[in-house]
């Protein structure tokens, strides 16, 4: 270029130069509105050895949850549920509004082709004939002929020059609703998966309440045909065989109810999967071997704020609304907007492509707001109110999260304390059904004693059940809490932010 820059290069580091600037307030991330350190006090002692390092944001729904039934089930679920389509779509649509919004940083050319033919009024003709000179008249085209004109050109109309920042402003408005939007979807998927697991283990808990209601429905029903035939037999009265028949009726409702739950699950699922569920998925392992984790590492509270997508979408939403009073603060300021055209045009088509029809235009244009009544004012006053709002949004959101983790860490170690009281009462009320039956079957004492240990029992195996049904869930529940799930498989410890940028 013998040392000179070319008129387009020039032009683009004018244009970068002129448009480097924002009136973006800087952002100061809001103090942590929690506690530094989770809750202390008797219901959050460690209730088991932590068997993994990992942090829950780094491990992967394959390694947490080993169940292969229940593996197959996230991963229909992650293909087919339909509220991930649509926030995948929703990602989508906010990736090109950002498009839409970055293109507005950079001229729109385009090109134009017209032919005019036109024939003049014999008594007005018409004197904007492109061509002809000052004063001569289209009148001395009266003779019937028709104006003819071509013109073809390509430019760029009412481009405005971001001197103030007001568009680049807006473009990094865009930018990060894609981000907070990609955020939500994580978010999202971490959800599906932890209502998957969640529903996964209520099916295997009414699955094992109903075989334990089988169990008891059919001893209790050939304890009634025994009872009935001693009372043929004289060797049974009247009110023992009403109080097994009590026990029968009982335990028959209960079969019911645990089939109704059991059918509901499968339906659950269905609905979260996003299909029906296929026949030819792998059996379940058994109730209780859905994960070989015991425990989670918490962390600090702080720790949330890079783990939990929620949160991370919050302050995403937060930064375009700082951003959006970049643009307001513009407004104040004079717009400079350009329209230019480069082309030919000719009286005669033979003649448009040669270097005389060669005609160019530029047209500078300057808006100034000198009195707009207060506009300015109150969308810039709308702007801070906005930022402020979703401030106090991504607040909450922390606390929530907070919130969740600490009733997670509280249940953790109760429920496993809770869950070794009830083996033990099981074991307990087994062996106190087994001496009553024998005392009642050798006649030393009667049914009622034997009626309520079988009684006892059954409550018993039944709260063991569904406390261990909710120790699994809240497992489950601090996974999902401390930002786990939403990569299938482990993450390296320290790339789980970058491998979040890329996903988003």
Request: charged share 15%; hydrophobic share 40%.
């Given at each position: 270029m013998?040392?000179?820059?070319?008129?387009r290069r020039?032009?683009?580091?004018?244009?970068?130069?002129l448009?480097?600037?924002?009136?973006i307030?800087?952002?100061?991330?809001?103090?942590?509105?929690v506690?530094s350190?989770?809750?202390?006090?008797?219901?959050?002692?460690a209730?088991?050895?932590g068997?993994?390092?990992?942090?829950?944001?780094?491990?992967?729904?394959?390694?947490f949850?080993?169940?292969?039934r229940?593996?197959?089930l996230?991963?229909l679920?992650v293909?087919d549920?339909?509220?991930?389509?649509?926030?995948a779509?929703?990602?989508?649509q906010?990736?090109?509004?950002?498009?839409?919004?970055?293109a507005?940083?950079?001229?729109?050319?385009?090109s134009?082709?017209q032919?005019?033919?036109?024939?003049?009024?014999s008594?007005?003709g018409?004197?904007?004939a492109p061509?002809?000179?000052?004063g001569r008249?289209g009148?001395?085209?009266?003779?019937?002929?028709?104006f003819?004109f071509?013109?073809?050109?390509i430019g760029?109309?009412?481009?405005?020059?971001?001197?103030?920042?007001?568009?680049r402003?807006?473009?990094?408005?865009?930018?990060?609703q894609?981000?907070?939007?990609a955020?939500?979807?994580?978010?999202l998927?971490?959800?599906?998966?932890?209502?998957?697991?969640?529903?996964?283990?209520a099916?295997?808990a009414d699955t094992?309440?109903?075989k334990?209601?089988?169990?008891?429905?059919a001893?209790q029903?050939?304890?009634?045909?025994?009872t009935?035939?001693?009372?043929?037999?004289?060797?049974?009265?009247?009110?023992?065989?009403?109080?097994?028949?009590?026990?029968?009726?009982?335990?028959?409702?209960?079969h019911?109810?645990?089939q109704?739950?059991?059918?509901?699950?499968?339906?659950?699922?269905?609905?979260?999967v996003?299909?029906?569920l296929?026949?030819?998925?792998p059996?379940?392992?058994?109730?209780?071997k859905?994960?070989?984790?015991a425990?989670?590492?918490?962390?600090l509270?702080?720790?949330?704020?890079?783990?939990?997508?929620?949160?991370?979408?919050?302050?995403?939403?937060?930064?375009?609304?700082?951003?959006d009073?970049?643009?307001?603060?513009?407004?104040?300021?004079?717009?400079?907007?350009?329209?230019?055209?480069?082309?030919?045009?000719?009286?005669?088509?033979?003649?448009l492509?040669?270097?005389g029809?060669t005609?160019?235009?530029?047209?500078p244009q300057?808006?100034?707001?000198?009195?707009?009544?207060?506009?300015?004012?109150?969308?810039?006053?709308?702007?801070?109110?906005?930022r402020?709002?979703?401030?106090?949004?991504?607040?909450?959101?922390?606390?929530?999260?907070f919130?969740?983790?600490?009733?997670?860490?509280?249940?953790?170690?109760?429920y496993?304390?809770q869950?070794?009281q009830?083996?033990?009462?099981?074991?307990?009320?087994?062996d106190?059904?087994?001496?009553?039956r024998?005392?009642?079957?050798?006649?030393?004492?009667?049914?009622?004693?034997?009626?309520?240990?079988?009684?006892?029992?059954?409550?018993?195996?039944?709260?063991?059940?569904s406390?261990h049904?909710?120790?699994?869930q809240?497992l489950?529940?601090?996974?999902r809490?401390?930002?786990?799930?939403?990569?299938?498989?482990?993450?390296p410890?320290?790339?789980?932010?970058?491998?979040?940028?890329q996903?988003?």
């Open positions: 013998n040392g000179f820059l070319s008129p020039a032009g683009l580091m004018v244009l970068a130069a448009s480097g600037c924002t009136m307030p800087d952002y100061k991330r809001p103090a942590l509105p506690a350190t989770w809750p202390q006090g008797p219901a959050y002692h209730g088991a050895p068997q993994i390092g990992t942090a829950a944001s780094d491990l992967g729904w394959r390694e949850f080993v169940d292969k229940l593996q197959a996230i991963a679920a293909r549920n339909r509220d991930l389509r649509s926030a779509y929703a990602v989508v906010a990736q090109g509004q950002y498009q839409v919004q970055h507005s940083l950079f001229p729109q050319i385009g134009t082709g032919a005019v033919y036109q024939a003049p009024s008594h007005a018409f004197s904007f061509g002809l000179g000052a008249s009148a001395a085209y009266g003779d019937g002929r028709v003819k071509y013109q073809a050109g760029f109309s009412s481009y405005e020059i971001d001197l103030f920042g007001r568009i402003s807006l473009s990094r408005e865009a930018a990060d894609v981000l907070s939007q955020a939500s979807e994580r978010s998927l971490i959800s599906v998966i932890s209502q998957v697991a969640t529903t996964y283990v099916w295997l094992e309440q109903l334990v209601t089988d169990q008891t429905l001893s029903k050939e304890t009634l045909r025994l009935q035939a001693g009372l043929d037999h004289g060797e049974a009265n009247q009110l023992t065989l009403r109080q097994v028949e009590t026990q029968v009726e009982q335990a028959a409702a209960n019911a109810q645990y109704r739950q059991v059918a509901q699950d499968e339906n659950q699922l269905a609905l979260l996003g299909a029906p296929p026949a030819n998925l059996a379940p392992a058994p109730f209780g859905q994960t070989v984790l425990d989670l590492p918490a962390g509270p702080s720790d949330l704020l890079d783990r939990r997508p929620d949160i991370q979408s919050a302050e995403f939403t937060l930064l375009s609304a700082n951003d009073i970049g643009a307001a603060r513009a407004a104040f300021f004079p717009r400079l907007t350009l329209t230019a055209s480069d082309g030919v045009s000719s009286l005669q088509f033979r003649n492509f040669t270097q029809a005609t160019f235009g530029v047209n300057i808006q100034i707001p000198l009195l707009t009544w207060g506009q300015n004012e109150g969308t810039l006053q709308a702007s801070k109110a906005l402020n709002q979703r401030m106090a949004a991504y607040e909450k959101a922390i606390q929530t999260a919130h969740e983790v600490s009733d997670a860490l509280a249940a953790r170690a109760t496993l304390d869950a070794r009830l083996d033990a009462l099981v074991d307990s009320s087994t106190a059904y087994r001496l009553a024998m005392r009642f079957d050798a006649g030393v004492d009667s049914y009622l004693n034997t009626l309520d240990a079988q009684r006892t029992l059954y409550g018993a195996q039944q709260s063991r059940i406390v049904e909710a120790r699994y809240n489950i529940t601090v996974y809490a401390l930002g786990g799930g939403w990569t299938e498989r482990s993450v410890p320290g790339q789980a932010a970058a491998a979040a940028t996903k988003g």
